[in-house]
């Protein structure tokens, strides 16, 4: 389970298959996460019947699933019934994730069956730590917590998650549309909590995990504070840290 975390090229339709923008309508929604037919369809410049031909078929195959729409206001509510949201089911992530993912479970399930459990969180905690090392000179090098989710959201991209940012009440939210071991972390959830505590770590403040990917929802999110003060005593354990 190597942090080069790019997607496989596995196609998730034959490739004799006349259409091949299916394949495209299905890593839309696996890297930028849940969408609606609309969204795909400007997107990706399909017109809208084209679009929910494209998803009928994913649907049906168990590659995507539709799931109602959060309403955030009254006002929305009252326009009619919200447009029904996209998502990559764990069958359709799984034809997209690394063909090593059964055997790093069966690893850890070996491990931990040894009276290992233990090792499972030394190994969860140094696999955070690569990632922490990795984005340490990007990130530590800020010094506002608005710079340090901007270089950490550049830098979980360039490692294949995805990562988007996006306003949340008076703070933000880091969103990973994509997780490279979300079949791994689904059977050990050491793997999130260690790396939301990574992050914590990079950005200097207290952060919290909302949703993750391995616990079935779309996109892992994590929210930051607003108005945080990066502390000087996390700043340094961090740096010491990566030297």
């Known amino acids: 389970m190597a942090l080069s975390l790019e997607l496989r090229n596995t196609s998730v339709v034959k490739k004799n298959e006349p259409?091949?923008?299916?394949?495209?309508?299905?890593?839309?929604?696996?890297?930028?996460?849940?969408?609606?037919?609309?969204?795909?369809?400007?997107?990706?410049?399909?017109?809208?019947?084209?679009?929910?031909?494209?998803?009928?078929?994913?649907?049906?195959?168990g590659i995507l699933e539709p799931r109602e729409a959060h309403v955030t206001s009254a006002s929305a509510r009252g326009r009619g019934r919200p447009a029904k949201v996209f998502i990559m089911t764990d069958q359709g992530r799984q034809k997209f994730e690394h063909s090593y993912d059964d055997l790093a479970v069966s690893a850890l399930k070996f491990m931990a069956s040894k009276n290992g459990s233990h090792l499972v969180q030394e190994f969860a905690a140094s696999r955070a730590d690569e990632l922490e090392k990795k984005a340490l000179k990007k990130v530590a090098s800020q010094t506002s917590i608005k710079a340090r989710v901007s270089a950490l959201t550049d830098h979980l991209c360039a490692e294949g998650y995805s990562a988007t940012t996006a306003p949340r009440g008076t703070g933000v939210e880091i969103c990973q549309h994509h997780c490279p071991v979300a079949h791994v972390a689904a059977e050990f959830p050491e793997l999130c909590e260690a790396e939301t505590q990574a992050i914590s770590r990079m950005l200097g403040t207290h952060v919290q995990r909302l949703a993750t990917i391995a616990n079935g929802d779309g996109v892992c999110t994590t929210y930051i504070p607003g108005e945080q003060k990066i502390s000087t005593k996390k700043v340094l354990q961090t740096t010491s840290r990566g030297e």
């Open 19 to 61: 259409d091949k923008t299916r394949d495209q309508v299905a890593r839309a929604i696996l890297e930028r996460g849940p969408a609606t037919a609309v969204d795909l369809a400007q997107r990706l410049a399909i017109t809208p019947a084209g679009i929910r031909r494209h998803l009928d078929g994913l649907v049906a195959d």
